[in-house]
């Protein structure tokens, strides 16, 4: 900006600083709004949870995430084989659009992100695979410690602050539950939650 306001500059130029400074706007949208989502969880929110239908909750994350995914060439594929979920809507969205974000940093253009969910004995569990490259085995345990950055080259160049997988992890604490985190370096990682049934809760 100070180049734009002080500096002759060509045409090119000009695009090219206010690029740059849409750039660094959006970095700091993203990280005001995972610090407030941080701030939220940290606060013990009042949960609203209630059965919600699965494909709508999907829907919703498929519109949500579909620039990200497109900008990188990414496909997303949904597996439904529980139709009800049993949590907070809108907490359950942002863990999800969350976790895809996250997926979609770690991979490369034209692989494919795959989101599910599946019954288990007492509960439907949620997850998010992908074919990026992976965390190592030492690492997972760090990486919901808030601002814990893998691979802090990739997460400066994409904008991450660390705080995404923080956040799940306190939607998942506020569902009475926890993230599963399974990886393997180039090859993916699925990270899950399992949401209690209604009657279970």
Known sequence: SQSLLTMPLTEESKMDAANEIYEAARRTERLSQKMMQLIAMTECPALSKRSCETPTLFDAVKQAVQSTLESKSLTLISITESTVLYGDADLLFTLLTNLIDNAAKASQPG????????????????????????????????????????????????????????????????????????????????ISVDLPNAEEE
């Open 111 to 190: 692989s494919t992100i795959t989101l599910t969910a599946r019954p288990m004995s007492n509960a439907v569990r949620l997850s998010v695979s992908d074919e990026g490259s992976g965390i190592p085995a030492d690492k997972i345990a760090l990486v919901t410690e808030p601002f814990y950055r893998v691979d802090k080259a990739r997460s400066r160049k994409l904008g991450g602050a660390g705080l995404g997988l923080s956040i799940c992890q306190m939607i998942a604490e506020a569902h009475g539950s926890k993230l599963h985190i399974e990886s393997t370096v180039d090859v993916g990682t699925t």
